[in-house]
């Protein structure tokens, strides 16, 4: 399974970005998807997840500015970012939880990470 994520950049504060995840590969179902993220110094942290059936969970630091929406058929996971604040600076990170294999086993993967600045 691979993950490939898009969409991140340079952007002032008060601005928006979008980020989207692809993912690929034999995949025989997917538990969740989702984003985190890691500032520099920091522990990654949650900023959004979304299930299968379409409940989803956001950060406390970003909730009312970012939205989570995935395409089932297209197995791709997207983060519209609003009123982006200097520490929303970060690499992030696109996740997901998938059934994979001949047993259908539930494995976690991580794309590679997109860059997030925002400047103040």
């Known amino acids: 399974v691979q993950l490939v994520e898009s969409g991140g950049g340079l952007v002032q504060a008060g601005g928006s970005l979008r980020l989207s995840c692809v993912a690929s590969?034999?995949?025989?179902?997917?538990?969740?998807m989702g984003w985190y993220r890691q500032a520099p110094g920091k522990q990654r942290e949650l900023v959004a997840t979304?299930?299968?059936?379409?409940?989803?969970n956001y950060s406390e630091a970003m909730k009312g500015r970012i939205t989570i929406s995935r395409d089932h058929a297209k197995t791709t996971v997207t983060l519209q970012m609003n009123s982006l604040k200097s520490e929303d600076t970060a690499v992030y990170y696109c996740?997901?939880?998938?059934?994979?294999?001949?047993?259908?086993?539930?494995?976690?993967?991580w794309g590679q990470g997109t860059q997030v600045t925002v400047s103040s």
């Open positions: 996740y997901i939880d998938a059934i994979v294999g001949l047993r259908g086993s539930t494995e976690e993967y």
């Open positions: 590969g034999v995949i025989l179902g997917i538990n969740a």
């Open positions: 979304i299930t299968s059936g379409g409940s989803t």
